[in-house]
Every structure is written in C-alpha cells, then in structure tokens.
C-alpha cells in the first residue's frame, strides 16, 4: 500500500508542471478574452496574476511574453502609455517576433507598442523545423526579426572547418525571411555537418547591436557514388615501337621462307619424276626474298606498329569514355542530392 | 571408298552454307578470289616420264567463320599440253575445300577434300583425296604480308581406274598481300603419289602448280 501511494505521490509531481501549464494558458485565454469584452481591469488583474513571481504555476517564456502584450495593451487603454511601453518592451524581450494585428488592437496600443520597439533594439530568429530540402528547387528559409531599423547581417558557418558562407547582408526592418540554397560559397552544396547561423543586427536609430543563433546538423541524402577507374598502367598497353631487331629479323624470316620453299622439290618430289627443278617454286621463292628485303628496309625507316597504337588508343578511349559515364552518373546522383536539415541545440562537445 | 565419295557432295554443301551464313570474327572478312595457275603434270609407269603443262584459271574463297577457323574453297580448270613425245593432251578440273584451325598466330592445321579429274578423247580420270597437314604462317610488316609454308600427308585418294597410290604427300610454300580490303597471292604446291608397284613397273605421279590469286573483301 505504501508503494502504491509513492508512485501516485510520484505521478502527481511528475503531472504538475503540465497542469500549471495548462492552468497559465487558460488562465491568459481568459484574460484575453475579457480584454477582448473590454473588461480591462479584470483583464489586467489576471495578467498579473500570470507575471506575478508568487504565482504557482509554471509560465513558459511565450506565456510570458503573451500577458506582457496584453498588459501593455491594457495599460494602453487606460491611458497608462509609459506604462503599456514598459509592458510591451518586457514582451518584445521575451519575444521579438511579437506584434499587435491592427485588425485587433487599437491606435494608441499600437502606437505605444511602436514606441516600445523604437526603444528597445532585438533581434530574435525562429526556430528551425526538421526539414528536406531540395536545394535545386527548395531554399531553406529563416525567419528573423528586429525590432526596428537596422542593419542585418547573416551567414552560415561550418563548425568543424570553420567554413563561412554569407547569407545576408543588408538592411531589415520588422520580420524578414531570409533564404539559403544550400550551396557554400563556391557554388557546391554544402558539405554535410554542423552548422551555426549567426545573426547580427545593428540598430539604425541608437547604435545598439544584437545577435541570435541558430544550429542544425546537414546530412545529404542521395545514393552512393562510384568510383572512377584508375588510371590505365603501361603494362596495359601494347607496345607502340618495334624493337631494333626487328628490322633484321624480318630480313631472316623472308630469306628462311625463300629457302625453305626451294627445298620443298628436293624434299618432296620423287627423283624418277623431277630432278630438283625449281622453275615453278623460285617465282615464290624470289617473292618471299624481295618481301623480306623490303620489310628490313621498311621496318629499319619505320618502327611504330600502327595496330599497337590504334589499339592503345582505343583502350585509353574507352577507358575515358567509361570514366566520363561514371563521372556523369555521379553528377546526375549529386544533382539529385537532398539536404536533410536537423535543428540542433548548440556547439558539439 | 564409295562411302567416302559419296560424303564429298555433302562437305561441299556444308561449306557452302558456312560460307554463305558465316559470321566472320571482328576484324576478318569474307574473301573471294579469281586464280590463275599454271599446272605441270608428271606421269611415269616405269617408262620415260610424261609431262604436260598448261593454265588453268578459277575462283576462290576464304571465310574465316570463327578467330581460329577459316574455311577456304577453290575450283579451277584448264587445259594442259603434252611436253613429251606419245603424250596426249588433256583438261584438268580440280575442286578442292579446306578447313583451317589456327591455334597460334603463326600455325594452321587443317583438313580437306579434293575432287579431280583429267580428262581427254578417250577417257576420264577422277582423283579423290584427303589431306590432312598444318602451315606456318610467316607475318611481315605489321601483318600486311603473309608467308606460308605447308605439308600434308593424303591418307585417303582414290584414282578411277587404277589402285590407289600408297604414299601421297603434298607441300607448298605462298606469300599474300593484303592492302585494305584486296589482297594478291602467289601459291607454289607439289603433290606426289607412288602407287604399289605392279611387277616391275612402278606408276609415280607429281602435280606442281604456281597459282596467282587476286581478291576483294566483300563482307
């Protein structure tokens, strides 16, 4: 029994940041709607009940920043202006992207607002969401705002080779979304890694400057490349010369095939019919030595092999050709790549 | 013997077909040939040697079907003159189909038939024969010229009319000349027959022939 109530004891403690949660939400929902009824001072009541440090239940930074914008606009409404600007410059910290919708709130709150913002000088930049990104198609957008006039400077960094790729450079004013392609600065994609956005702003009215950051982790998702084929070896081609020796050999070779058919009547003939007669044989025979004399002569002025080298020549192209395939192959895969971006909460240990 | 003859249609037939539906191996054709011969024919029976001599003309082809196979045809006549007294002159036919194995660039063996006849006023005699020998093959200059050198023991040959010869042996020795799709060739061949003796006579035959070859690749 008394593991059991442990472990409801356990539950509740775990269940409470939630239902305060919940009970700061509902508690500024009703705020909002009576500043929405008009009824500002019992609006103004519960939002500093919200604010207020004695209060019980957990209040979240964008809670936070929700009951100063309808504190500041209540203050607004009954005139309190200084009042309402404090209010909306505490909102405007917690949440720079803050704003009132003038479908909603009225001049004076508004203006009070602007006031505020004149004031105060943050830079503030969404969160990204887990996203692929088809960077032929795609960009990748981030959301910033300054509070008001400024000068804007964003770029992205490689954390591990400290690789800068500008993104923005510029004047900004209010919110602004700022695109990246995914490419480096050298017209690549971007290799893969942890990256910081660094944003910084300088205000065009007080001088006062600002920075956000931003990480995310970049993966790229595509299929795996191939390997080119290395480079062809000497030992893979023919040779492209004759040797010197050629020249003579070919010398041998036709006066061995004039002599060898000169023989032929002596060694195959029968005595009783031919007397060795070579009438017939020595036109082949003389053809077989004038062919072995001008092949010398031939191979001694000329020793390239010509089906050698159309043959290496064949091989080298083919084996250009097939590494321009892969190469395309590869280019069609890297053309196809998609960049997987993951927010990430800060600097890698 | 009949056996043997009446199979020579069929491997003419058989090489026919291979030659018409060959496929030759890359970078080898189909050749055909016109050839022209002068042939020297040698007969003793034991008496003063006959001998006539004549032209024959005729065509050829060659048509390597594989790397390592070539079959080559021939078919060529002419008429022959008598160079000795008491001599009749005759005409000669001769077909002849080969087959070539090339196991090395520079050796052939190969096998073949030979069908011929002489024939003048009186008669005709018909000759069949299978050979079978090797050729080394000479190459000059990159391949553009071809040297060759051949033997070939004719185990089989049957002459009409009279007994077979007991030794028969041939040889030859040749140069082609190839340049682009044509080629030129000169062939010297010596064949010899001694038949069984018959008493004491002896009949010995010798054919030599230089033949000249001119062809075109036409496929």
Redo the contacts between chains.
Sequence with gaps: MITLRTALLLLLLAARPLVAQGNTGEALDRAVRLFEDLQVERALALLRQVISPASPFEVTREQRARAFKYLGASMAIVGMRDSAIVYFRAALEREPFTDLDPALFTEPERSAFHEARLQLFAIGVRPLQRVRLDPAAERLAFAVVVTHQATLEAELRHIRTGTRIPLHQGSADGVRDLTWNGLAGDGRLAPPGSYEVVFSAASAHSGQSDSARLYFDLEHDRPALEDTLPSIRAEELLPERHPQSAAPLELVKGLGLAASALMLPSLVANGELDRGERKLVASVAAAAAVTGIVATIVRHNRREIDANIAENRRRVTEHEQANARIRARNEERLRATQLVITPAAGLPQ | MTAVRGATPICWLALATLALFARPAAGQRLHVEAIGA?V?H???TGQA?ERVVGTAVGVGIVAPLLSWLEMRGRLIGGGLAAQTPATDDRRFGEMEATASVTPLPWLAFDVGTLLRSYTNALARQRWFAMRVGSELR?S????R?L?T?N?ALMPLVNVSGIESPSIS???????VYRHGTLHAG???R?E?H?FPPTGTARR???V???AAAVGIAVR
Aim: charged share 20%; aromatic share 6%.
């Design positions: 002068l020297e040698r007969v003793t040697p000479i000059f200059g990159d391949g010229v040297g050198l033997g042996l041939s040889s030859g020795a040749g140069l000169l062939v010297y010596l010899r001694d010995l035959e010798q030599s022939s230089i």
